[in-house]
């Protein structure tokens, strides 16, 4: 829901989870394993919750543990025995689904709703845990139900792995269009530009417990771009950092949740790119 002020976001990213998690034919206990490792990585609290959720009558499957482990760049991961090459495609775009999700959430959802239960978490977990189970993991989801929502899209280079999986690669087709049609619509060149080229040049580094770092890093660009540029680059590295002040610091440009939204969502997908150069892609 939190993407219901951009509809034709909210059908691409319906399209990339229901592909993805839900008709793939993945076992749901690989899929919530990745989702759960994301989720730790970007120190989302909402979405460690709601997998762990998930996952309370299962323990996390090694083999996806190890090959998360070992390839935390979808677009860098190499096969694993266990996996078929339609399980692998969908693997890889769950990692880049979560990837963003986890940052739009982390902005978007400040509080932790399952703290508010206290001492009752624990048995609720457990009740939730079985009605998940039962719900989910036993039903039959159709591949491409989805695909009614969005349109044609061209799948660009940097996605063709998925290529060969219809239902997944015309999702991420559609989801990469959308974003990208945001992101021109509401982020100048410039500062896309700088944002890419700093994504790229950074990726995986430890930028520490303080925002500080913005500070120096926007210092290039025009003192109007430097605040949308902050709220980015804190999108891409730390989007758990991101509070009301941050936010409040680019109102005047991105007036309503829709406009707010379109940023993010720009930032996020760029973030869960790894490994591409986006220079190459722009």
């Not at 002020?5 to 990339?16: C, D, E, I, K, S």
């Not at 792995?161 to 619509?185: D, E, K, M, N, V």
């Not at 109007?224 to 891409?236: G, H, V, W």
């Amino acid at each position: 829901l939190v993407h219901a002020a951009q509809p034709t976001l909210l059908a691409g990213v319906w399209a990339l989870f229901r592909e993805t998690q839900l008709a793939s034919g993945v076992p749901r206990a690989h899929q919530e394993t990745i989702a759960l490792l994301v989720a730790e990585e970007n120190r989302c609290p909402w979405c460690i919750e709601a997998h762990e959720l998930a996952l309370h009558t299962q323990p996390r499957v090694p083999e996806i543990v190890a090959w998360y482990t070992a390839n935390p760049d979808p677009f860098k991961a190499t096969p694993h025995p266990a996996f078929t090459p339609e399980a692998f495609i969908a693997h890889r775009a769950a990692v880049l689904l979560w990837q963003y999700i986890n940052r739009i959430t982390n902005v978007l959802l400040v509080d932790s709703a399952w703290q508010r239960f206290g001492s009752w978490r624990a048995p609720l977990t457990r009740v939730m845990g079985r009605v998940f189970s039962a719900f989910f993991l036993h039903r039959r989801y159709e591949p491409g139900r989805a695909l009614v929502f969005v349109s044609d899209a061209p799948l660009p280079r940097h996605l063709a792995w998925a290529g060969s999986h219809r239902t997944i690669a015309a999702a991420l087709a559609y989801f990469h269009q959308q974003i990208h049609q945001l992101g021109a619509a509401h982020i100048p060149p410039t500062v896309q530009h700088f944002v890419l080229e700093f994504v790229d040049a950074h990726r995986h580094q430890n930028m520490g417990l303080s925002r500080r770092w913005t500070d120096g890093a926007v210092e290039p660009l025009e003192p109007n771009q430097r605040s949308l540029a902050k709220l980015l680059l804190l999108t891409a590295f730390a989007s758990y950092q991101i509070d009301e002040s941050v936010v409040q610091a680019v109102r005047g440009s991105l007036p309503t949740d829709a406009d707010l939204l379109a940023v993010l969502a720009w930032g996020s997908y760029v973030a869960s790119l790894e490994g591409i150069d986006h220079r190459a892609e722009n």
